[in-house]
T-cell receptor, first 109, second 114 residues
């Protein structure tokens, strides 16, 4: 499973796009990149995942570089409710999701 | 639609006591997981299961045991509780959809060992 590296914290103004980077330089060809977030001490919530193409859903967009060594999660119009810890995970298995320490995003009013 | 249900939500244990954290899911998922999360830290995988009767160790299995007798249930047993096991415990489940899978988490169980 890929080791991922994320900045420990970021701030974003409310209404602006939040761009959260993740480095996964050890990712292999069949490993997906997943993003989850955790609000306060609730259970983590799935956001989006992708293999090599960019993905978009109702919550966010995921941009994966062509070499797949890094990705960016984009929250297009951040709100105060998006304040959370965001985790980037690389895994090829259907098990053993290994969470790092994530990025603590603070959305500022 | 309950999803992943954990009990109890809060528990205080004395050092040396034992207890079982219960986890059940109603989504017919093959894969189930137990994580712990210490204050200010990320989640650490304790044990996981890929199906009934099959379990395996994660990153931090010492001091814990699991069993998976049914698809729905995946209890976590703490034997001889220690203060280092004070943490929030999350149970989760997932299935494989061919294009990746999504983990669904329970609401967590707060455990304090004193």
């Amino acid at each position: 499973d890929a080791k991922t590296t994320q900045p420990p914290s970021m701030d974003c103004a409310e209404g602006r796009a939040a761009n959260l980077p993740c480095n996964h330089s050890t990712i292999s060809g069949n490993e997906y990149v997943y993003w989850y977030r955790q609000i306060h001490s609730q259970g983590p919530q799935y956001i989006i995942h992708g293999l090599k193409n960019n993905e978009t859903n109702e919550m966010a967009s995921l941009i994966i570089t062509e070499d797949r060594k890094s990705s960016t999660l984009i929250l297009p119009h951040a709100t105060l409710r998006d304040t959370a810890v965001y985790y980037c995970i690389g895994t090829s298995g259907t098990y053993k999701y290994i969470f790092g320490t994530g990025t603590r995003l603070k959305v500022l009013a | 639609n309950a999803g992943v249900t954990q009990t109890p939500k809060f528990r205080i244990l004395k050092i040396g006591q034992s207890m079982t954290l219960q986890c059940t899911q109603d989504m017919n998922h093959n894969y189930m997981y137990w994580y712990r999360q210490d204050p200010g830290m990320g989640l650490k995988l304790i044990y996981y299961s890929v199906g009934a009767g099959i379990t395996d160790k994660g990153e931090v299995p010492n001091g814990y045991n699991v069993s998976r007798s049914t698809t729905e249930d995946f209890p976590l047993r703490l034997e001889l509780a220690a203060p280092s096991q004070t943490s929030v415990y999350f149970c989760a489940s997932s299935t494989w959809g061919g294009t990746g899978n999504t983990i669904y988490f329970g609401e967590g169980s707060w455990l304090t060992v004193v």
